[in-house]
C-alpha cells in the first residue's frame, strides 16, 4: 500500500552543525506534506509543510526541500541546538487524513 | 496562542472497560481528528470529524470505537471494551476552517494504559 517512510532512524550531530533529515513517499499523487516535531512525552507540533506545486520552503531555521522525480522530502535545520532534540516526522495528506513516516530521533550533542 | 488540551493525561483501566478520552479542539476550529501512537511506533491515524459526523475513519477505529462533540468545545473518543493492544497515545488534532484546512494542531495526548 501507498505509505510514506523515513530513511534513518537515529541522526546525531553536534551543536551548531546542520542537520539533514530524509523522507521517502511513493504515493506519486500526494500533494502536500509536512513536517512535525515530537518531544518526549508531548503531541507532534507542525513545523513546516509544502505543497508539491514547489520544490522549497523555508521557515524560521528550518527548510522543506521536496524532490517529486524522486519522491524524496527533506528537512534541514541550521544552527542545530540543543532544543531541536525529538523525534521528526514527515507526513502526507491523504484526503483529510494524515499519514506519518517512522520518524527520525534526532539528538545534539553541546 | 490557541492550543489542543486533552485530559486526562494518563488513564489506567482494565482490559474490558470502558474509557472516555476528551479533547478541545481550538475554538474556531472546524475539523477534528483523533490518532493513536502505540509506544516506539508511528502516528497512526483513526478518525476525522466535521460538521457532527464522521469524514472518515481508518481499519483501527472499528465497532469498539466512537467518537462525539457533546456540545460547543468538547471532542471526545470513547472505546467501549478495552483490549490490551489498545494501550497507546491518543492525541487529539484540529484544524482551522477550509483554505488551511491541512494544518492540522496537535494536544499534548493522553496515555492509554489498559491492564
Known amino acids: 500500500g501507498e505509505s510514506v517512510g523515513l530513511h534513518l532512524p537515529t541522526l546525531s550531530v553536534q551543536e551548531g552543525d546542520n542537520s539533514i533529515i530524509n523522507c521517502a513517499y511513493s504515493?506519486?499523487?500526494?500533494?502536500?506534506f509536512i513536517w512535525y516535531k515530537q518531544e518526549s512525552g508531548k503531541g507532534p507540533q507542525f513545523i513546516i509543510d509544502?505543497?508539491?506545486?514547489?520544490d522549497k520552503r523555508q521557515g524560521q531555521r528550518v527548510t522543506v526541500l521536496l524532490n517529486k522525480t524522486v519522491k524524496h522530502l527533506s528537512l534541514q535545520i541550521a544552527a542545530t541546538q540543543p532544543g531541536d532534540s525529538a523525534v521528526y516526522f514527515c507526513?502526507?495528506?491523504?484526503?483529510?487524513?494524515?499519514?506519518f513516516g517512522q520518524g527520525t530521533e534526532l539528538s545534539v550533542k553541546p | 496562542e490557541p492550543e489542543v488540551t486533552q485530559t486526562p493525561s494518563h488513564q489506567v483501566t482494565q482490559m474490558g472497560q470502558e474509557v472516555i478520552l476528551r479533547c478541545v479542539p481550538i475554538?474556531?476550529?472546524?475539523?477534528f481528528y483523533w490518532y493513536r501512537q502505540i509506544l516506539g511506533q508511528k502516528v497512526e491515524f483513526l478518525v476525522s470529524?466535521?460538521?457532527?459526523?464522521?469524514?472518515?475513519k481508518s481499519e483501527i477505529f472499528d465497532d469498539q470505537f466512537s467518537v462525539e462533540r457533546p456540545d460547543g468545545s468538547n471532542f471526545t473518543l470513547k472505546i467501549r471494551s478495552t483490549k490490551l493492544e489498545d494501550s497507546a497515545m491518543y492525541f487529539c488534532?484540529?484544524?482551522?476552517?477550509?483554505?488551511?484546512?491541512?494544518?492540522?494542531?496537535f494536544g499534548p495526548g493522553t496515555r492509554l494504559t489498559v491492564t
Open positions: 470529524f466535521y460538521n457532527n459526523e464522521i469524514s472518515e
Open positions: 488534532a484540529s484544524s482551522p476552517p477550509s483554505g488551511r484546512a491541512s494544518e492540522q494542531y
Open positions: 475554538s474556531n476550529h472546524l475539523y
Open positions: 509544502i505543497r508539491s506545486n514547489m
Open positions: 507526513a502526507e495528506k491523504q484526503g483529510g487524513k494524515l499519514i
Open positions: 504515493n506519486s499523487a500526494s500533494d502536500y
